[in-house]
């Protein structure tokens, strides 16, 4: 079977993708704008407070993830719940789905507003930690060590933002797992009280390894993460004659 007849047949290949890059880019948008936004209220200075200084560039990282999540989680449960379905069609399966609307017309349906939040404290959890080593640990070591002739290379930013964005992701994949289960069940009755109980109920059954599932791809998705980084940091160079440093000297 060809590409043109999967898609054609299934329309499984990009199922849920427009509804992905939908969520994106206000997403990224929204992360650097609070992130350097929080960085600024924290406001601690490297040369004084080192330790405070790498914990304020931790949490506003974190801050920043959480409050954007508040904003995009619909759409990630959107984009959660059409790809799931896609895979389910592909192996004989009936849709449940039509597309990015009839998601939120029928969970709206059947559990309200609450059913677009399934899953939403396990996430929030997970960005804090994912956000806060990403921005965080990116932030500490590139304005720590690329220093001298490693200052604005993009060759050594990209390495630090690649390295970050692993780190950050394998840190926070068990609590994406559990939070994607959890968007599963939204329609259905209530299968877990909390996100520590689901965890629990994943383990015991699958074990942790099943937590893991799926992060090998992670590891490649963050040449993307990395790039966001060391772009960002590149057009601020080009558009104000420097990087962004609230709170660094």
């Given at each position: 079977m060809t590409v043109h007849d999967l898609h054609s047949q299934t329309g499984t290949v990009w199922r849920g993708n427009g509804t992905n890059v939908l969520r994106y880019f206000p997403t990224q948008?929204?992360?650097?704008?609070?992130?350097?936004?929080?960085?600024?209220?924290?406001g601690f200075k490297k040369s004084e407070q080192f330790g405070l200084w790498v914990l304020g560039n931790i949490a506003s990282g974190a801050a920043a993830g959480a409050s954007s999540s508040v904003f995009v989680y619909?759409?990630?449960?959107?984009?959660?719940?059409?790809s799931a379905d896609g895979k389910s069609s592909a192996k004989g399966g009936q849709r449940q789905f039509s597309g990015l609307i009839d998601v939120y017309r029928q969970t709206l349906r059947a559990d309200g507003?609450?059913?677009?939040?399934?899953?939403?404290?396990?996430?929030?959890v997970g960005i804090c930690v994912y956000r806060g080593l990403?921005?965080?640990g990116y932030d500490t070591i590139r304005d720590t060590l690329l220093v001298g002739n490693l200052r604005g290379n993009f060759a050594a930013s990209f390495a630090v933002g690649w390295m970050c964005t692993t780190g950050a992701a394998l840190a926070a994949y068990p609590l994406d797992t559990i939070r994607r289960r959890m968007m599963m069940t939204s329609g259905e009755k209530v299968?877990?009280?909390s996100f520590i109980e689901a965890g629990r109920h994943i383990v015991?059954?699958?074990g942790v390894r099943s937590l893991f599932a799926g992060a090998g791809a992670n590891v490649l998705r963050g040449v993307a993460g990395a790039g966001v980084l060391s772009l960002y940091d590149?057009?601020?160079?080009?558009?104000?004659?420097?990087?962004?440093?609230?709170?660094?000297?």
């Open positions: 948008a929204l992360n650097f704008a609070f992130k350097d936004t929080f960085k600024q209220m924290f619909s759409l990630d449960y959107a984009r959660t719940r059409l507003v609450v059913g677009l939040y399934r899953g939403f404290v396990p996430s929030v990403y921005f965080g299968q877990y009280r015991a059954k699958e590149k057009f601020q160079e080009l558009a104000w004659g420097k990087v962004y440093q609230a709170g660094s000297g």
